[in-house]
């Protein structure tokens, strides 16, 4: 097997063309992860700049009242993933920044795509786009007439009859492709690590990303090279994989992600808000004085407290309506984002069984995923940054009803000394560790089909094909 | 003459009897049906969605009518936010900015799924509000994009053409006829040509059908004809462009396989590395805007004018909006606090107009910078072109955003004449709102 | 060394052999003739175990070539009507690489001896394989057989395309491997090159051995003539 696998490796680097494309595309491997890490510190410094303005501004707050602050609010910026040079997946779609204010929960806005016109629909020049697209395809046509060169050829015979079974040559030949595949994966993670920053959680998630990608090679390579033997001649192989690479490319991500939102469908954001407010209106209206709820919150307090009004309460009764009114808002947020976002799920796992018919889609979602640019990181931020709006607002509610002032002393202001004790926002991108297990199917699939296209190889392969 | 036509004729017998030709066929009419059918789906859901807001405050303007004629009547007291006062009236007319799909759009969904469609526009609105936000969707579905008529159209029509055309010349090399063919009185040239000719007259009248059958369905023939046929004459440019592609490619092409390669490798380059490249370009050279100075304006500067006096406010308004002087309460003597608190909107409309036009400007220099490229990235070109005919690009969303904003001016114009010259509404006057804002 | 016993082999309703029975003995050159779709190719490819025999059986060296192919081919040398080698390779690194496949390391000086041998010269051996002439890849295709050290030597349309010289010097090449005690099969419709090169000769017509005979009793002309004769009968 050495044998044939080295003899395939010398051919190679016999052939110039091959030479000269190889060459060029550690060039471009190269050159896009380093364009893409400079993009990604461009990017960063931008938003980190953001961050601080928006701090400063926190910190540097004119003496104000807790609850106006909590109408100032804040805002958090999406941080750009460390892996975002090598797949930057939903990020140019998503929105980036989002605002943190009292009463309302806002959506994340300012999307990259929705600041220019239209441009490629496949995504950036990134790694992704060329370990996805280009190097699977050259594989594809550097097996496709692996084995069917050798049987038109005659050559195959003399193989053969040289006491090497088919299996052995096909499943060799499909190995020295695979590795020309590792090669240039190699180049561009090696230079991901060189060029990039480099800690134990991008290490462990390149390495997932190298064998995701290592997985996928394999499927082409050998179900090209068993195209390549099964079919009668070149020209038939090279259609039918190039037939199935642009039904797993082009077709069926768009095809089965349209499907998938008809399975599942999201409520339109006329209806969301719509019955959002319907149940927000069930809480009490913080603004309102007249509200029949707040009474009741009210007489529970005075009964507490054990006084007759609200002006004889040592505490500011302002602050305890507005987080009850809070937490209640928080309670309709879970259940309808959570639904949306219970929604995404759903979507995402039956996206992921196209796996089955589609490794490219696995792929994809492992790419974006490992490189923290995908849903499920998406939904993580917008968790921890509802999370940080929850704390915000409550440190601000409780110095509103504990910090000193009475019911209905509107005027009572804190200075900047409690606005620069209320932390920031930090967000930490979770550790592949806590994700993986979204990421189970699309492992799974790719695994399957290795061991489906090795078996093709093993079993579905006669002598009379190769004849 | 006759000879090529017959050569042309021929191919169709070619075609018939390939059945990976006829299968990709089959497979691309769907696909432009699939893709024509996702456009019309969504025209029908914005129609849908506008007319349910549309019946919403028709409901809300009955209410606000009925408390006119109460308070008038003496049967009620007047609430918290006082009717009569002009700027609770505008307060209370419902005015919602919408984008009315274009027939156009069963075409192409464009940027459409990227930007919302409908906006409630309240004296205090802007141009980049949190509510102006895309309709809700799974951003990964989103990113992935959405088979409509444009992607069909730019991306798969090359690859039906590559499996019509690859083995066109290739398939004599093969099999070592090809010397046959140029010694029987044609030239390669023209062989080539009749036989693409085939293929490009049965992709231009199968679009051409498909297109007008949807159009038909939409509406585009009451209302957007020119688009349309520019929209036809840019499918036939386009498909032109690709053959003639392949056609050089198979002229000086060494057999099938070859000709197959060098075809995808020229689709990938056109339609993925070089728009993804510009893509990348563009990001590095225009980052992200993160709107902070329109997250200064909305919070800061805002506040800033909150702190302002009564007496700087009013002042700054007059400075503003000169035709203020010319109001009844220009000519009292006294500052009433109650009138000009209520026109602050006015002076922070004011700044949110300054600032968005910096971002639609940092927005145009970005366009314009892939605009000076399409040469080098035709495929994006084409891709945009069906976009603006579908009123689906981003200019057609920056005009959306300029409507908004003619109705918050006109919103804050009215909150200024009226409140200035203390006009009290009654029912006629708040229907001329009404009707003014609808 | 090659015994053929009763073999019948259809392809749907073509018979293409019908119970052919042949033997060749040790240092013996047979000649196959017949015309296209005689049967000559199905007989090698049957010896070679690449096609199985709807019935009879095939011996190589006493080992059934169906049932125990892999055994039978280690006795085989095949060469084929076009020895397509690998052209980015020197003749001198496909013949290594061949050898390798079957199990044989040779040293550079040995491989570089065996290619000699079959008739190619020193200076072509390290050249690549896509400048060498049909000729050429055929010695190679020799040299591949012959460093297997095969008992067996099949040939099929070995001469097909080669100039005259380069016929005759294959032509020599395998009586030197017949005297070595190999027999060889060699399928063909040369009637001269098969004359000149083999010990014995059959005519294969419609999957039928028709005729056999030794090539010492004939001449060209005669051996044309029988061989028409049959043709057109």
Known sequence: MLTIILNEWKILVRNRAIVYITILFILSLVSVVWMGVVQNINQKEIQQSAQKHIRSQWDNLKPMNPHRAAHYGSYAFKPISILNSLDDGISAITGNVLKLEGHVQNEIVYSEASQAISLSKFGKLKSSLLLQYMIPLFLIFLAYSSISSEKESGRLKLLVFQGVSFFKLIFSKSISIWFYGLFLLTITISAQTFLGVVNQEVLYRIALIFLSYACYYYVIACLTTYFSAYLKDNTSALSSILATWIIWTIFLPRIWGNSVEKFYPLPSRQDFKATMKEDRSKGIDGHNPTDERREKLKNRYLKEYNVDSLKQLPINFDGIVMQEDEEYGNLVWDKHFGSNYAIYKSQKKLYQLSGILNPFASLQSLSMGLCGNDMVHHLDFLEKAEKYRRYLIKELNDKHAFGGSKTGNWKWTVDETFFKSVEGFNYRSPSIYEKIVHYIRDIFFLMTWMFVTTLLLRFNINKNNLL | MNRYLKIVLIEFSHFSRSPFKITSLIFYVLAVIYGCQNGYALIKKHNDEIISIKSGYKSHIDKMLVQYEEIEKGSIKKPRRDPSVPYWAIWNTPSYAFKYPSPMMVFSLGQSEQYGYYKKVSNWSTTFDNDLAQEIANPERLSIGTLDFNFVLIYLTPILLIIMLFNIGGLERDMNFNKLIYLSNVTKKNWLMARFLFYFILLIILLLSLLSFYGLLSGVFQNEIISFFNLLLLVFIYVLVWVTIFYIINFSGSGSPDQALKMISTWLILCIIIPGAFHQFSSLKHPTNYMTDYLDVSRDQKYAIFELSTDVHQSKLVESFPNLKNTKYAADTTVDRSIVSKCISALVNELNKKVASQIEKSSEDKNQFIKRYFLFNPVIYFQNKVNAFSKTDYYAYRDYRQHIQSIIDKKINFILEDTWNKVIIKKEKYIQYVEIFE | ?233
């Open chain 3, 1 to 233: 060394m090659i015994n053929v016993k009763n073999i019948t082999k259809r392809f749907k309703d073509f018979e293409a052999l019908s119970n052919l029975t042949l033997e060749v003995p040790k240092g013996e050159i047979y000649g196959l003739l017949g015309s296209n779709g005689a049967g000559k190719s199905t007989t090698i490819n049957i010896l070679l175990g690449f096609l199985e025999p709807d019935s009879g059986e095939s011996f190589v060296n006493g080992i059934n070539a169906s049932t125990d192919t892999n055994n039978a081919r280690k006795n085989i040398g095949y060469i084929p009507e076009n020895v397509n080698l690998y052209p980015y390779l020197t003749g001198i690194e496909n013949l290594d690489y061949f050898c390798k496949l079957a199990g044989k390391n040779y040293s550079p000086k040995k491989l570089s001896e065996i290619l000699i041998e079959c008739g190619l010269d020193f200076s072509a051996t390290n050249k690549q394989v896509n400048t060498y002439s049909k000729g050429m890849r055929q010695k190679v295709g020799i040299a591949i057989a012959l460093a297997k050290e095969a008992k067996v030597y099949l040939l099929d349309e070995p001469a097909s395309g080669l100039d005259p010289l380069a016929s005759t010097e294959l032509s020599s090449m395998l009586k030197k491997i017949s005297n070595r005690g190999a027999a060889v099969l060699m399928a063909s419709h040369d009637i001269f090159r098969v004359r000149e090169t083999c010990n014995r000769i059959g005519i294969l017509k419609g999957g039928e051995l028709v005729k056999e005979m030794d090539t010492s009793i004939v001449s060209t002309e005669e051996l044309e003539k029988i061989y028409i004769e049959y043709m057109q009968t």
